[in-house]
């Protein structure tokens, strides 16, 4: 009967995708002329510059059928189940770089995994006692609260990796801007020079400002989305130094020492930790292998003692 079941399911997700697909194909022909003739117009506004945007982003994200039904049912859940507002998990995309991924569909993806991964354990292994039941439950929770987890790590590491490359990215500016060069000219190389996920948020800045945003207000928004300690001071000091008319390149040069004492600073606190840290792998893992390398020979040689007493 499970089989049987499970067969209709499939039957009806494969009926479900492809009648998102005969109703998606319409429209993707509609959005492909439409961001034609917008590309078009850009370009001969702007002399070319949005090619290099429409690359970074594109003007429709494209997404699968199973990623659309998933911002539909989070479309429907949405404010009603989940703690995190659309702004909050907003931010977090944001934050690690999955521009394209809309709150909605991340709430979606929850739910899904929530039914999903319960139903496959049921299937795998039944509910027949105590520890099938158990099994079930955490399995709900685990896909309640892994997409939401993921997206916070690797926001989380994208955020340090930035913070890390921010001393770097300022010692060469402060080089650029000392040799003549502009500051918004000093960016557009300095993302030439460093790699994702750096490059990508500078491209970004420059992107804002060919749109028409000020110096400012793009590197506010570049604050916004790598939230760091180390980002917020350097916007800030750019900010303040262009308003009271400060050399810039002294400003970078001081900041550039700063932040390098902080992230030294960072490097030594984490090594304080070290010792804490190890201290459970330690008791759970090595003193155990220790003491059975070390007592088996001992303990042979007294359960051979007392069989020969």
């Known amino acids: 009967m499970y089989l049987y079941l499970v067969f209709g399911a499939l039957c009806l997700g494969v009926a479900f995708v492809a009648a998102m697909n005969a109703a998606r194909r319409g429209r993707r022909a509609t959005v492909s002329r439409i961001a034609t003739i917008i590309d078009y117009g850009t370009q001969n506004v702007l002399g070319g510059a949005s090619s290099e945007a429409s690359s970074f982003i594109d003007a429709e994200p494209t997404q699968s059928a199973f990623a659309t039904a998933a911002e539909r049912l989070g479309g429907l859940f949405s404010g009603r189940l989940v703690s995190l507002s659309e702004d909050e998990i907003r931010d977090q995309l944001i934050a690690a770089g999955l521009y394209t991924i809309s709150p909605r569909t991340v709430i979606g993806y929850r739910l899904l995994a929530t039914v999903l991964l319960p139903a496959l354990v049921y299937v795998a292994f039944g509910v027949h006692s105590l520890s099938g039941v158990l099994m079930v439950a955490i399995a709900a929770f685990a896909g309640w609260i892994l997409p939401l987890t993921i997206i916070q790590r690797q926001a989380r590491q994208r955020v340090d990796t930035i913070d890390r490359s921010l001393p770097d990215l300022i010692d060469l500016l402060c080089v650029m801007v000392e040799a003549g060069l502009s500051f918004p000219s000093s960016l557009r190389m300095a993302s030439e020079q460093f790699g994702p996920p750096l490059s990508d948020e500078l491209r ?3 992107q804002e400002q060919t749109m028409g945003l000020g110096v400012d207000e793009a590197l506010s928004h570049m604050a916004d989305r790598a939230d760091t300690p180390a980002m917020k001071a350097f916007v800030r000091a750019m900010s303040q130094g262009e308003k009271m008319g400060i ?11 700063e932040m390098r ?23 759970f893992l090595i003193f155990p292998a220790m003491f059975i390398i070390l007592m088996t020979p001992a303990v042979i040689n007294l359960i051979n003692g007392f069989k020969g007493t």
């Open 261 to 283: 004492n902080r992230r030294r600073s960072r490097a030594e606190e984490k090594a304080q930790k070290t010792p804490v840290l190890m201290l459970f792998p330690l008791v």
């Open 204 to 206: 970004l800045t420059l």
């Open 247 to 257: 050399s810039t390149g002294q400003i970078m040069r001081n900041l550039a020492g």
